[in-house]
């Protein structure tokens, strides 16, 4: 997703996108948990690995290959929480901007009220 588009999304989509992110997050951490069951629950075979020395380096693979994944999730994650932040703190700013705006028509339209109410009442009394 473009960065364009993040940030023509809503607070609540832009919440959406962050929970979609955490349950992902939590599915990972999920399977590593398996995973690591997995490898702690099982009995490695030293004649099948042929030597303790290749049994350490098929299990470091595997450690390896999940903390690569890890980083990369967490990665992604502050990525996505960096925009997430720039394009509230964008959105908030356009608030601001448009709130001054309003409160500045809100006051010329009063006091063009206020003009032509005194016109009139001069008119009337008159």
Do not use: G, P, S
């Given at each position: 997703m473009t960065?364009?588009?993040l940030k023509k999304l809503s607070r609540i989509e832009l919440l959406e996108m962050l929970i979609e992110?955490?349950?992902k997050s939590e599915e990972l951490e999920r399977k590593l948990a398996e995973a690591e069951a997995k490898l702690t629950d099982k009995n490695i075979n030293i004649l099948e690995m042929g030597s303790l020395a290749e049994a350490?380096?098929?299990i470091n693979k595997v450690f390896e290959a999940?903390?690569?994944a890890a980083q990369q999730y967490l990665e992604n994650i502050q990525d996505c929480e960096g925009k997430c932040k720039q394009?509230?703190?964008d959105t908030e700013s356009r608030?601001?901007?448009m709130e001054l705006a309003a409160k500045a028509k809100v006051s010329a339209l009063k006091s063009d009220v206020d003009m032509l109410s005194k016109k009139w009442i001069i008119t009337s009394e008159e």
């Open positions: 960065e364009k588009e992110q955490t349950e350490c380096l098929k999940a903390d690569a394009m509230l703190a608030c601001i901007e």
